[in-house]
C-alpha cells in the first residue's frame, strides 16, 4: 500500500449521519498540533494541547478565523501510547453531519489527509501494536453480529490465535537453526538436531495445526452464520414459518402453491448464536422451466446446509406418505442435521396427529401462521449448535486465508515426517522446514508482501 506512514492522516470514526456524538480521528506526527492550532479553553482562550498529559481528555472550543465551530472534548495520545503506535488525537464533537464535515475540512486544510480504509489499523500493524491475525480479527470483531462471533473476534484480537502459532513457529525456528548448522558443517558429517526429537517435535506441531484446521468448519459458520434450509412440498407455510422466524415479512405469502421460486435468506441471532434461514421452492415435479429451476436451487441448498428444516402439512401427508418424502430427501441430505416440522397444527388436533406420526418421535408440532410452538424449532435448533457450551477460550478458525496458510505448512510439514522416516538429507528437511515457517509467517504477518496487505486492509471502513 503506497501511504507514507509519517502523513497525518484524519477521518470519520463513527458511523456518518446524524448522532448526538460523532469522533475524528487523526494520527501521525503532527495529529495534536494540527487540534491544538484551533483549541481553545471555554473561555476563549488559546490553550495548548501539546502540553498535556497523553490519555488525557480535553474539554474546549474550536475557533477558526474568529469562528466558533464546535465544543469538543479532545483525548491526546502521545508518543507510541496509542492504537496506530504514533501521536493521535480523537476530537468528540456534535453529530451534526454539517459539524463533521467542517472539522474535517479544517484538518485537512492544516495539512492533514483523509485516511484510507484500514489505514489507522494498517499503521497499528506496521509499528508492532498488532500483528496481520490481530489486526483482521479487529474487522471481524465490527462485522460480529451475535454474542459467539463477538466472543471469538475478542479472542483473536486479543492475541489468543497469534500466541498459539508463535509457539508453533518459535519451536520450528529453533530445529531449523540447527538443521542449517549442519549444513555449515557439512563436510564434517556433524549431527546437531536429534532426529528423534525432531521427529517428535514435528509430530506434536502437526497435532495442533490439524486441530485449527478442523476448527474451521465451526469457525466459518460462528462468522458467517449456521445456514438452515426450510425446505418442503409447495404450500407447506415455508415462507410463513421464514417471516415468523424472523418476525418480518420477509418472504411473499400466498395460498397459491409454487409462489417460491427462488431461495430467499435472511439471518438472526437465537441466544446468542446467528442462524442464517434459507426458504427455498416447494419440492415436487413440474413442467414450469422457471420452477424446475428453484427445485434445483433447493436440492443445491439442501446439500450445502448444516440444519435442513422438513416442513410440511400435516393435513396433507399420512405417516407413509412422510416415510416416502423423507427417503428421496435423504438422497441429497449428507451430513445435515435434520429437524422434521408438521405444520398447521390446531391445539385440538394435536392428540390424533401424533398419534398418526408416533413412529416420528423427533416431530416437532406448530402453527407458522399463528406463530404457536415457534419454540420448539429455536429451541431444536441451540440444542443442535448449542453456543452456550462452546468455550471460547478455545482457538478457533474463523479466516479462510489463515486455513489456507496452515494446510500448505500441514503438508509441509508432512514431507519433514516422511523425511525424518526415510532419512532425506538435512538440506531438503531445512527446505520444507522454511516453507512451513513461511506459511506460518502468513498469517502473523511476520512474512508479508504489499499485495496480500492492500488486499486486506482495504476491506476496512474508512476510520478504523
Known amino acids: ?13 463513527t458511523a456518518h449521519g446524524s448522532a448526538a456524538i460523532a469522533i475524528i480521528r487523526l494520527s501521525g506526527p503532527t495529529a495534536i498540533a494540527t487540534v491544538d492550532g484551533f483549541f481553545h ?8 494541547l501539546l502540553n498535556k498529559a497523553s490519555h488525557s481528555a480535553n474539554f474546549g472550543l474550536l475557533i477558526h478565523q474568529g469562528i466558533l465551530l464546535d465544543e469538543v472534548l479532545v483525548t491526546i495520545f502521545k508518543g507510541s501510547n496509542s492504537y496506530t503506535g504514533q501521536e493521535s488525537a480523537e476530537v468528540a464533537c456534535h453529530g451534526s453531519p454539517f459539524i463533521q464535515q467542517q472539522l474535517l475540512q479544517l484538518f485537512l486544510n492544516a495539512g492533514a489527509r483523509m485516511a484510507q480504509p484500514g489505514e489507522f489499523t494498517l499503521r497499528a500493524f506496521l509499528n508492532g501494536k498488532l500483528d496481520l491475525s490481530q489486526a483482521e480479527a479487529v474487522a471481524d470483531l465490527i462485522a460480529s453480529n451475535s454474542a459467539v462471533s463477538h466472543q471469538v473476534a475478542m479472542q483473536q484480537m486479543r492475541g489468543g490465535f497469534s500466541s498459539k502459532i508463535k509457539v508453533l513457529r518459535d519451536n520450528l525456528i529453533n530445529f ?18 536429534n532426529r528423534a526429537d525432531l521427529t517428535h517435535l514435528i509430530s506434536s506441531i ?11 468448519d465451526l469457525g466459518n459458520v460462528i462468522k458467517n452464520g449456521i445456514p438452515v434450509a426450510i425446505v418442503g412440498k409447495p404450500n407447506a407455510g415455508k415462507s410463513t414459518l421464514l417471516n415468523a422466524l424472523l418476525n418480518d415479512d420477509r418472504a411473499i405469502v400466498s395460498e397459491i402453491p409454487g409462489t417460491t421460486r427462488d431461495t430467499i435468506e435472511d439471518e438472526i441471532s437465537i441466544e446468542g448464536v446467528l442462524f442464517r434461514f434459507i426458504d427455498t421452492a416447494g419440492l415436487r415435479a413440474s413442467s414450469d422451466v422457471i420452477e424446475q429451476i428453484g427445485v434445483e436451487r433447493a436440492y443445491e441448498v439442501i446439500r450445502k446446509s448444516a440444519i435442513i428444516i422438513y416442513l410440511f402439512d400435516a393435513h396433507d401427508l399420512s405417516s407413509g406418505d412422510l416415510k416416502l418424502e ?7 441430505l449428507g451430513s445435515s442435521q435434520l429437524i422434521l416440522v408438521a405444520n398447521k397444527i390446531d391445539t385440538e388436533e394435536l392428540t390424533y396427529l401424533q398419534d398418526e406420526f408416533n413412529e416420528f418421535p423427533e416431530l416437532l408440532y406448530i ?5 404457536r410452538n415457534l419454540h420448539h424449532v429455536t429451541n431444536k435448533l441451540i440444542s443442535i449448535f448449542d453456543g452456550r457450551s462452546l468455550d471460547t477460550s478455545d ?14 505448512a500441514a503438508t509441509a510439514l508432512q514431507n519433514v515426517h516422511e523425511g525424518l522416516i526415510n532419512n532425506i538429507a538435512s538440506d531438503f528437511l531445512a527446505l520444507d522446514i522454511r516453507y512451513a515457517l513461511e506459511e506460518l509467517g502468513h ?8 499485495d496480500l496487505l492492500e488486499n486486506i486492509f482495504m476491506k476496512f471502513c474508512i476510520g478504523k
Open 206 to 216: 502437526q497435532k495442533v495445526i490439524h486441530t485449527l484446521i478442523n476448527s474451521f
Open 41 to 48: 479553553n471555554r473561555s476563549l482562550k488559546k490553550t495548548s
Open 443 to 450: 498469517i502473523t504477518g511476520e512474512v508479508n508482501n504489499e
Open 367 to 371: 402453527s407458522a401462521k399463528e406463530k
Open 326 to 332: 423423507l427417503t428421496q430427501l435423504n438422497e441429497h
Open 176 to 193: 531449523a537453526s540447527l538443521l542449517e548448522l549442519e549444513l555449515d558443517f557439512s563436510e564434517e558429517d556433524v549431527e546437531f538436531a
Open 395 to 408: 482457538t478457533i478458525v474463523t479466516n479462510a486465508r489463515h486455513v489456507s496458510s496452515l494446510r500448505n
Open 1 to 13: 500500500m503506497k501511504f507514507n506512514p509519517n502523513d497525518t492522516i484524519v477521518a470519520l470514526a
